[in-house]
């Protein structure tokens, strides 16, 4: 063998030694790898069998309340033509935006503050006089007044339900009553403030029932629906649905009730 052969011989040998190092070392790294992901894989599918019925209840109550701060932060618009009655309730989580009127006393939700400003002023200019006398009435007041008024009866000798059924009557229970919508407002004659038949007939109460419907007003318990509102008819009640409502409600002749049946 020649010294250059031996030389050939021995490049050889090393030539093969690098590519065995190289294989083994590409298998090795790989093999390494898919082991980690294997790892992640099974540590992830242990813990989610681990988790209790509780901590998923946990999680979910978190996302919720956090779903719900969500929500609230968006501004709540309320629907114009909300139905509140003796058969329907408020809704529990009801929210109305208040703004107080120009007598510092009065509220109004939002959507009737601007439209409730005009009409007075536009009857003011023609030299009229009113007095707002209700507007909004969150349910805790509502639920005070309807006690008083079932006091005062039991204290005369009527059981807590006589006493209920007769106040219902005159006043509606808490959360059945328009005035906490914010939507609602008696308004009557400066010069009369009697929530009365007479107020039918006073200069104010002729132009409100004239002329509420521009501003979107409506009068929410005219006379001859009394069977359908189960209120008796009161001239000095309204309730802003809107102009589009409110003009089709007037001319028409027909209660809330009735209009909403329409959409039904
Ligand atoms: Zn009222």
Redesign the pocket.
């Known amino acids: 063998m020649t010294n250059q052969m031996k030389q050939n011989k021995r490049l050889n040998l090393w030539i093969k030694i690098v590519l065995y190092i190289i294989v083994v070392g590409a298998v090795s790294v790989f093999v390494f790898f898919k082991g980690v992901e294997i790892g992640k894989r099974y540590a992830q599918e242990n813990m989610e069998s681990t988790m209790t019925e509780t901590d998923m209840l946990v999680m979910d109550e978190a996302e919720l309340e956090e779903a719900e701060e969500e929500a609230v932060k968006e501004p709540y618009v309320i629907d114009p033509l909300i139905l509140v009655n003796k058969e329907h309730k408020l809704p529990d989580d009801y929210e109305v935006e208040l703004k107080t009127m120009y007598d510092k006393v009065n509220r109004a939700a939002k959507e009737a503050y601007g439209p409730l400003n005009d009409m007075l002023a536009a009857g003011r200019a023609e030299g009229l006089a009113f007095e707002i006398c ?1 507007s909004y009435r969150d349910v805790a007041v509502q639920e005070r007044l309807f006690q008083e008024d079932v006091d005062v009866l039991m204290e005369q000798g009527y059981t807590y339900e006589e006493a209920y059924a007769v106040v219902e009557r005159e006043t509606m229970p808490p959360g059945h ?3 906490s919508t914010g939507l ?3 308004i009557v004659s400066l010069g009369y403030q009697m929530l009365d038949a007479g107020q039918h007939n006073t200069p104010e109460t002729q132009w409100l029932h004239k002329h509420c419907a521009e501003y979107g007003f409506i009068l ?1 318990y005219p006379k001859g629906k009394e069977d359908i509102t189960k209120i008796d008819y ?1 001239s ?2 309204y309730r802003y649905v809107g102009v589009e409502a409110a003009t089709y409600i007037m001319e028409q002749g027909i209660c809330l009730e009735e209009y909403l049946e329409l959409y039904n």
Do not use: I, L, M, N
């Open positions: 209700s009553s328009e005035h609602a407002f008696d929410r009161e000095w009640h």
